[in-house]
């Protein structure tokens, strides 16, 4: 076997494909097999190899260090008094000795993390000049604990009044739009090839809003479940108010007329302000809702919110809900579906409001949780082009102090036992007292 120290940079791309880390090979082109030893974590925080993978380079460097000990082992070197066998250095080295030759083991059988019975036994080899002691580190999983996901209510409490902000912002722009929307005499509804294929249906639209509610109702029944309720509610509050955010800006610079001539938009208030307050805070209160009799205005098309509503609640259901209920999993997403068709069928908004908002709601949902989910991604750096986001700053208050994926894992709403137990504590210490007055 060639020794890696000797190792052309062919031999490095050809060792890289042997392991299935061909990511890693136009990166590593001009180095030789002395520059693959040389390689260490902090080579890894700086391009290229920094834009590789996400996980720092921890499979590489668990190769490469396999690499050392096989060199060091084939080189039958002894360690020297400076801490290090070979570059190997010595904090890789264990108590137990261990002499891999073909395949064979003087000694104790070497285990899985190269350590026997997971403690650090001593096994001496007689026909051995010098003690050679390795130890290979297997990176333990994620273990879930609490403190890696703590409550932090006050953040939750922020993301809350960013969202109703962003909320009351587009009731607010609706109401303006409203003023700006072209007569349908003047201005006929835009042609649309959905609507040339499917007819109107008046029970439509209120199916789609019954449908809204179920997914909004399972939801919030859901999320008093969850564990870590407070970190997905600010999750939620944020993407939510994001979106309506976006939604304010699109709606304003581009108004479009009414999409059918079944619309009853109301009277324009011609600069009367006060009758506008009025109109946002029944909107307000209808949460928007043609059932409520709370939306009479129009002009609010490009793109849709009870498409984004829809998609959203649809999003974190399936996302926070058990991998094994695939299911229930599948019965929400065709309810979505179901949703998205009839707002489509009710003729009350155009087909690229739809496809807007689905478009956005999904790539903010999954870019959010992948760069929460990932760690790498919370760092600031010109490498990355995520930290260029407007709201890069704020995502890091919100999940700065989460490491890791959020587990579904759920619990009850209300402590019901220790509640119990406090009452029944209670109850014995008044019986006590009791007890004592009347000894007396």
Known sequence: MTKVTDWSGDDVLRWLSDQGLQEYCDSLRNRNGQALLNLSQSDFTAPPLCLVTSDGGKQLLERIETLRIKQHIQNGHTPGTNGLANGLPAATAASGISE????????????????????????????????????????????????????????????????????????????????????MEATPPLPDKFFDWFSRREWAFTVCEVIALLLLATWLL???????????????????????LYRCVTMYVTTLPVPGRHFSCAPKVLGDHLLQ?????????????????????????????????LT???????????????????????????GLFCILLAHDHYSIDVLVAYYITTRLFWCYHTMANQPELKQSCPSSFLSRLWWFSFFLYLESGVHGVVPPHYRRPFPWKQLLQGRQHAYSRLESERHGRTNQ
Request: net charge positive; hydrophobic share 40%.
């Open 277 to 309: 307050v009025r109109r946002v805070v029944k909107m307000l209160a209808g949460g928007g809702l043609t059932l409520t009799g709370s939306h009479h205005l129009c002009g609010d098309y490009l793109y849709s919110g009870h498409t984004v509503m």
């Open 100 to 183: 891999l030759n073909g395949g064979t083991t003087r000694g104790h059988l070497p285990q899985k993390n190269g350590v026997r019975n997971g403690s650090h036994h001593q096994s001496w080899n007689s026909d051995c000049d010098s003690d050679l002691a390795v130890r290979i580190q297997i990176p333990a999983p994620p273990t879930g604990r609490p403190e890696d996901f703590p409550e932090e209510w006050t953040k939750t409490g922020v993301a809350f009044v960013y969202g109703m902000a962003c909320f009351l912002a587009t009731t607010v722009m609706i109401s303006v739009v409203h003023e700006r929307v072209p007569p």
């Open 222 to 244: 859901q999320w008093s479940l969850l564990r870590h309720r407070s970190i997905v509610a600010r999750r939620f509050f944020f993407l939510a108010g994001t979106l309506y």
């Open 312 to 338: 959203l609640t649809q999003l974190f259901i399936t996302e926070y809900c058990p991998r094994r209920l695939c299911g229930l999993r599948w019965l929400f997403w065709c309810l979505w579906a179901l």
